[in-house]
């Protein structure tokens, strides 16, 4: 289908959106309607007017049409952005979690116990290991099952006693019989009672003569971690369904098990961004993303997928969003649009050229019309009428391009959220896995037997040294593994310190010896602070240690320390998850923000990246997303407090709060201001004389001039530089008008810095008002056009002077209705006097 097609059928789905075409219409007909008026009543002296309200008409009928694509698109773009980054984290946090599963096998296989069960046959002592496999999923509680198999396929020893399996006829025996590796399978089982389940196998060797003698089964509950991811990724009033799903489409885990139960089939949606599928009589948004390939592994070929009704996924409202932040803020944020929200950027640069475009034909309108009879008043009638029409339509838009600003930048702070959650879901599950080995490993019966004796002897040494590098092999994510008597002296280590210098001999930390040895059983574990440690070769990481027990009784003999190498596992964690975006960055920090990791040069670990009051005080778990000034840049930043995995961080024996951070630049600092509406001003009632004022706008005051001496308003762009003398010559126009046949070079003064002492540092839509008397024209740069108003006399009142205090620029004060409020009037004719006849040099270099 085709996309444009595709984006105005989902406008139905839009109720809000519905609403501002519909408001839109109806002021589109009513400019057709003031348009035809016009013409019909004062042809004549609407003449010069009319071509503009035309373009003005086509303009918003345009701008119509190019606001309600972009506001359909942008909302679309961020539902379509959110589906992407979940059906994306429920398949590569599950990865991640898998690829450890395919290490855990075949490193279990190896295990001297479960050889040993097997070898010695019927007369082996079936309740040790079953002790001993209940140990090991008592650390690695990510599986729910742990079978050991002859090569037959005969169950020689499981876990649960429930489940009275004696043999297992699956292929899944033969096929990793025949392996080199671990085997991966995913399919009914009987050693699970025919249910599908996710299995890892490894075939266990003799280590005499490398002959199979067995097969290890780890069974991984793929329902309870999917619960778990879920759970992470829905939110309040969520109308999506997430799903894991196999290569046909099957569900193999759901998130609302009562609308798309598991088991059930639906369509994929590999193609495009996003696909609109049939499913149940209902149509759907939905989005398939396959597994990306981590550290060669790419998982059993499952896919994240993501869905929601159309007719329920755009009923969110997202500018009340916008009331949180600094309305300061928010204007700097808006004057980057054209990068980041390129279509708000151009539909709100159209606005405001129609906006300025209209304001000033009706000013000028008002100005031809000013003081004068007839069918002239009739054009003032329809003046005020384009004027309120054009109100209610900048009115609207206004609305509609704060709806496409919230959308743009909630999509934005929802990116930064989403991806903090990812990177710290990431790191709890990965130290999740260090806490489970150091633990699992303290139970090696050879380590425990060699610190066991008194004395040690050099092959008792070398024989820990090769345990333990056999480990690091294979476990990579180490930078050392360190084991060390009760003393805290170490006894063996895996490698030696970077400068090739040896560990053994020296000493751990004493506070990480007493927490070692303060630990009551092998299920226990302790973990440093983040700091720099000699084991480490002096840089900062996280140390896991239990402790290693003797074998005959309840008393610790020492520790076995596993030095995690933080530098690069804690860079490639964040970097995974980082936007490609020049001068986006990310940390971990602790909650008073001292820097754990960062992929920032200026944040080494060690240094200060404060997170600010609202991340240092969520709650575990929770995400929040801020847009912050950092480094003279105005910054989207997503937060997320980790709250462990599973009873990693959950059962009270360790406490250890990251917070990890993203920041997405939005570009540098500026002085953008708000807009400033215009007040209202009335005139105060009055009878008897009166005169006109065209009034204007500067640095949000309001001031006026004479409307008798006033003869246009042109757009700033008009302008020329000009070389001077006299800071308060903005430049020059080459001017001509319909009194003169040539045009002339005009001065033109900045009334900013002339009344106010503050130069115009930007022309763009601004305005320059011509004014005229006794033949000589100048022009004025202001701000923004007001409106023409007609004062009684009475309450024109003669300016206030100092005398010997300089020229005077204002000649009249005008009380308005509102109590203790005055307009100040400009003078027109001191300020020709002063400017007409500038010094030849004055408006040299004009360009």
Known sequence: MNKDKQHHDFLRYMPAIVDCERAL??????????????????????????????????????????????????????????????????????????????????????????????????????????????????????????????????????????????????????????????????????????????????????????????????????????????????????????????????????????????????????????????????????????????????????????????????????????????????????????????????????????????????????????????????????????????????????????????TALSSNLQDGQYISRLMVDIMDRNLYERANDCRWWSLTPRLRQIMAREVRSSADLAEMTGILSAINALYTVYARLVVFDAQGRIVATSAPLADGSELVGSSVDEQLLRDTLRLSDASQYCVSPFAATPLYDGAATYVYCSALFHPDRAQVTGGIALVFDATPEFANMLTGALPEQPGAFAAYTDRQGKVIASTHKDYPPGSTLLPGAKASAAANGSSTADIRIHDDTYMVVGYTTSSGYREYKNDGQYTNDVIACVFVPIGKKTDAELPVESLSVEAAPFTGAKREFASIRLDGETFALAASQVVESIGAERMLSTSTFRQVLAGALDYQDGSTASSVFVPVVDMRQLLLGSRSSDNAGKEIVIVRHAGRTIGLLVDSLHDVMEFGEIHIDDAFRMSGSGPHYICNLIRTANPGSTIQVIDVERLIATFFAPRKEELMAVS
């Open 25 to 406: 219409r109806e002021l589109s007909i009513a400019w057709r309607l003031i348009e035809s008026t016009t013409k019909m009543v004062c042809p004549a002296e609407a003449k010069s007017i009319l071509p503009t309200i035309k373009v003005t008409r086509e303009g918003f009928n345009q701008l119509e049409k190019q606001l309600i694509a972009n506001l359909v698109q942008q909302n679309l773009a961020k539902l379509v952005q959110e589906f992407d980054f979940k059906a994306r984290v429920i398949i590569d946090i599950v990865v991640r979690n898998l690829f450890e599963r395919t290490a855990d096998v075949g490193f279990l296989s190896m295990d001297e116990a479960i050889r040993s069960f097997i070898l010695e046959g019927p007369d082996a002592d079936a309740r040790g290991i079953v002790a001993r496999l209940q140990a090991y999923r008592e650390k690695y509680t990510v599986y729910d099952e742990i079978f050991i198999l002859d090569t037959q396929g005969r169950v020689l020893a499981h876990l649960d006693q429930d489940n009275d399996v004696q043999y297992c006829r699956d292929p899944l025996v033969a096929q990793t019989l025949a392996a080199s590796g671990y085997v991966e399978s995913f399919e009914v089982s009987d050693l699970r009672g025919g249910e599908r389940s996710l299995i890892y196998s490894h075939k266990i060797v003799d280590p005499a003569d490398g002959q199979a003698i067995g097969v290890l089964c780890l069974c991984f509950p793929v329902a309870v971690e999917m619960n778990d991811i879920f759970s992470g990724l829905r939110k309040p009033h969520d109308h999506t369904v997430m799903l894991m799903l196999d290569r046909e489409g099957c569900v193999i885990a759901s998130s609302d098990a009562e609308h798309v139960p598991v088991g059930r089939t639906v369509p994929l949606a590999l193609e495009g961004a996003y696909q609109i599928v049939s499913h149940a009589g209902r149509q759907y948004l939905a989005r398939t993303c396959a597994a990306r390939n981590y550290q060669g592994y790419s998982g059993p070929g499952w896919f994240g997928h993501v869905m929601v009704p159309c007719d329920l996924a755009f009923r969110q409202q997202t500018q009340e969003m916008l009331a949180q932040f600094d309305p300061q803020l928010l204007a700097g944020v808006m004057s980057h649009a054209k990068s980041f929200c390129p279509p708000l950027h151009d539909v709100t640069t159209m606005a405001d050229a129609i906006n300025h475009s209209l304001r000033r034909v009706v000013w000028n309108g008002k100005i031809m019309a000013s003081g004068e009879s007839g069918d002239l008043l009739r054009l003032k009638a329809i003046l005020q009428e384009i004027s309120q029409t054009g109100d209610e339509t900048n009115d609207v838009f206004r609305k509609s391009i704060l709806d496409l600003y919230a």
